[in-house]
């Protein structure tokens, strides 16, 4: 009998709209609160790059309070559903993501500086989801998850290094700070699904941008447990950016948090 897995992921707005350039950079920012709480977690910063319309690279980099970076994930774009990522975390030394080529793509995670590497060929399966790519799937699903049926799909999960079968289903509509949104929540299907919590995400009606995250996250307390966290992204935080930014993202020097 395959383990449950921990229900979490980590998104991040792919930007739609008119702040996605045919070609070019854009960043925004959000923050990660303690759920239903004011207790500052960490900060998000990230920097799109985008050429002929596609996104190609991500960096997201996380911080601490005073603004240094304690870890980083990098995104490319083998597969706008399943991208290769590599996040790593400099608070406790955790690693996952996936990476290779084509047919050789292998999934990896390590929980902390002192356990060694797990890893195992990423599964092929048709419509595969894993890390960001929950964005891609949900614009692409739009009208189907808006209907109110729940849609199927399956998600990987790195610290398990294999994939689940999940369900994303339309809530309700909502306003976030003020922006028109809609609320969608993703869960295990079948038996886990009613034992273990799902994670509720919401998108803004008029361009589909993630607006807010409500769940488990990749990243973990000193305890080893994963946050369990509501991260905002104010849409007046997006603008453009510049290859610059996104250099100095990738070079940023990660350290636990003072």
Same mark, same amino acid.
């Given at each position: 009998?395959?383990?449950?897995?921990?229900?979490?992921?980590?998104?991040?707005?792919?930007?739609?709209?008119?702040?996605?350039?045919?070609?070019?950079?854009?960043?925004?920012?959000?923050?990660?609160?303690?759920?239903?709480?004011?207790?500052?977690?960490?900060?998000?910063?990230?920097?799109?790059?985008?050429?002929?319309?596609?996104?190609?690279?991500?960096?997201?980099?996380?911080?601490?309070?005073?603004?240094?970076? @304690?870890?980083?994930? &990098?995104? #490319?774009?083998?597969?706008? *559903?399943? !991208?290769?990522?590599?996040? %790593?975390?400099? /608070?406790?030394?955790?690693?996952?993501?996936?990476?290779?080529?084509?047919?050789?793509?292998?999934?990896?995670?390590?929980?902390?500086?002192?356990?060694?590497?797990?890893?195992?060929?990423?599964?092929?399966?048709?419509?595969?989801?894993?890390?960001?790519?929950?964005?891609?799937?949900?614009?692409?699903?739009?009208?189907?998850?808006?209907?109110?049926?729940?849609?199927?799909?399956?998600?990987?999960?790195?610290?398990?290094?294999?994939?689940?079968?999940?369900?994303?289903?339309?809530?309700?509509?909502?306003?976030?700070?003020?922006?028109?949104?809609?609320? @969608?929540?993703?869960? &295990?299907? #079948?038996?886990?699904?009613? *034992?273990? !919590?799902?994670?509720?995400? %919401?998108?803004? /009606?008029?361009?589909?941008?993630?607006?807010?995250?409500?769940?488990?996250?990749?990243?973990?307390?000193?305890?080893?447990?994963?946050?369990?966290?509501?991260?905002?992204?104010?849409?007046?935080?997006?603008?453009?950016?510049?290859?610059?930014?996104?250099?100095?993202?990738?070079?940023?020097?990660?350290?636990?948090?003072?």
């Amino acid at each position: 009998m395959r383990q449950s897995p921990t229900v979490l992921l980590c998104l991040s707005p792919l930007c739609a709209g008119a702040m996605t350039p045919a070609d070019g950079y854009v960043s925004y920012s959000g923050t990660a609160s303690a759920h239903h709480s004011s207790q500052f977690l960490y900060g998000e910063r990230d920097v799109l790059h985008y050429q002929g319309g596609r996104l190609t690279e991500r960096v997201q980099l996380y911080t601490c309070r005073d603004g240094s970076a @304690f870890a980083r994930k &990098l995104v #490319g774009d083998q597969d706008p *559903l399943a !991208p290769n990522f590599a996040l %790593s975390d400099a /608070a406790n030394g955790m690693q996952q993501g996936i990476r290779g080529e084509a047919q050789s793509r292998i999934v990896y995670f390590r929980a902390s500086a002192t356990d060694t590497e797990k890893s195992a060929p990423v599964p092929h399966v048709d419509g595969l989801v894993s890390d960001t790519g929950f964005d891609e799937f949900v614009r692409r699903n739009w009208s189907p998850l808006m209907s109110g049926g729940p849609v199927t799909l399956r998600f990987l999960v790195p610290s398990r290094l294999q994939d689940y079968a999940f369900q994303a289903q339309h809530l309700r509509s909502a306003a976030v700070d003020g922006v028109p949104a809609e609320l @969608f929540r993703l869960r &295990l299907s #079948g038996f886990w699904g009613w *034992l273990l !919590p799902g994670i509720d995400v %919401s998108y803004s /009606a008029s361009d589909h941008q993630l607006v807010r995250y409500e769940g488990l996250s990749d990243l973990r307390n000193p305890a080893g447990d994963n946050f369990k966290a509501d991260i905002d992204f104010p849409p007046q935080n997006r603008q453009s950016s510049s290859e610059q930014a996104m250099r100095d993202a990738r070079q940023a020097p990660l350290a636990r948090c003072p």
